[in-house]
């Protein structure tokens, strides 16, 4: 079945340094893919998204890439702040009913 | 426009109880989907209801069973609890693919 993997963490790093967070998937079709962000004590929030080939999703500083010949769309951000510590989730969704598959998370710790 | 709330927020239950929680989605937002998120096993979908009917179900046990209203609001019940379905229980609500989580309810079963 369709699965996400993504970095395992927690991942810790100083104010200002480069971000990336690995995510790669196994999908039969063409899903479309998500970052979701999950701030303490909060639901999720989608963080960006692409749903075809080649896309790149962007918000806040943050971009990803749909790489479908590596199965991958890894997250970055060229300056992380402290207010970025989260829990970053990669997901996929292969058709529209809004059945989503998340990967396990990463936790990011950003250091004043 | 209101978020989904989800209620109750926190809760503590026994082995063997029976537990409801209850997902108010946006206005306007027909699907409703529930995820379990626990630190071992991250976000695992539970169901999805589409204007009162369920379209899509996760592999869990029978014990977890849900139900969407009219005016679209959804009830997930676990019943006989175990000691492993501690966990934050997220309702999600959706009118175009896009997911809109609430907060969470937060189980746990001593």
């Known amino acids: 079945g369709d699965s996400v993997t993504q970095m395992e963490g927690p991942v810790t790093l100083s104010e200002e340094a480069f971000l990336t967070i690995n995510c790669t998937y196994t999908a039969t079709g063409y899903p479309s893919l998500f970052w979701y962000v999950q701030y303490p004590g909060e639901g999720l929030q989608l963080l960006l998204k692409?749903?075809?080939?080649?896309d790149k999703g962007s918000n806040k500083g943050f971009e990803a890439t749909y790489r479908k010949e590596t199965t991958s769309f890894h997250l970055e951000k060229g300056s992380v702040q402290v207010s970025d510590s989260a829990v970053y989730f990669c997901a996929l969704s292969e058709d529209r009913d809004d059945k989503i598959i998340f990967g396990k998370g990463t936790r990011l710790h950003i250091l004043p | 426009k209101a978020g989904v709330t989800q209620t109750p927020r926190y809760l503590i239950k026994t082995r063997g109880q029976q537990v409801t929680l209850s997902c108010s989605p946006i206005s306007g937002h027909r699907s409703v989907s529930w995820y379990q998120q626990t630190p071992g096993q991250g976000l695992q979908f539970l169901f999805e209801y589409f204007s009162e009917t369920q379209r899509n179900k996760g592999n869990f046990p029978g014990r977890f069973s849900g139900r969407q209203f009219s005016n679209s609001r959804s009830e997930m019940n676990v019943s006989t609890l175990e000691l492993g379905d501690s966990a934050l229980y997220l309702c999600?609500?959706?009118?175009?693919?896009?997911?809109?989580f609430g907060e969470g309810s937060r189980l746990t079963v001593l």
């Open positions: 692409a749903t075809k080939a080649d």
């Open positions: 999600a609500s959706s009118d175009t693919g896009e997911l809109f």
